[in-house]
């Protein structure tokens, strides 16, 4: 079986690579992944047969156009959690936010932390504008592809 770090970090690859598909096989355990648009499947396949597969988002996400925040304002755009874990606002509970609603974020700017399993995860803006609106809480638990964040881009 393969464990949940070598998915990670098959994930992580894609998103940095920009690869929309991957498939993996190692002895009888195999490994498609796929982005059609912000949501990526995991399905192991082992002799022949599915083990597992992960959650898929609720409809409202799949229908709603990629980056969308809503229909009021066809301007915003939405930073979205790569990973499912929980939403840090600052480096530490003594540190400052990373950004609050007004900040002006380009595609380097680290907008917040997402733990996942231990391991904090710097989440970086990945396109210029203003924040809108911070959509979560501090602390508050995240699911892969919610939105985290509306911007209005450049």
């Known amino acids: 079986m393969l464990d949940i770090d070598r998915i990670r970090k098959l994930v992580d690859m894609m998103v940095t ?31 022949g047969a599915p083990t597992m597969i992960q959650s898929v988002p609720d409809a409202a996400a799949v229908l709603a156009p990629e980056g969308s925040v809503g229909t009021e304002d066809l301007k915003l755009t939405a930073i979205h959690s790569p990973m499912v874990g929980s939403f840090y606002a600052a480096a530490d509970p003594e ?54 964040f509306s911007v209005r881009c450049d």
Do not use: W
């Open 17 to 47: 690579n920009d690869l929309v598909e991957l498939s993996l096989r190692d002895g009888d355990v195999e490994v498609n992944l796929r982005r059609p648009t912000a949501v990526a499947e995991v399905m192991p396949v082992v002799n």
């Open 95 to 148: 540190s400052a936010p990373f950004i609050h609603v007004g900040s002006r974020v380009n595609i380097d700017t680290v907008v917040c932390i997402v733990e996942a399993m231990k391991v904090f995860n710097e989440i970086k803006a990945e396109m210029s504008g203003t924040i809108e609106e911070i959509l979560v809480k501090n602390g508050e638990a995240v699911e892969y592809g919610q939105p985290l």
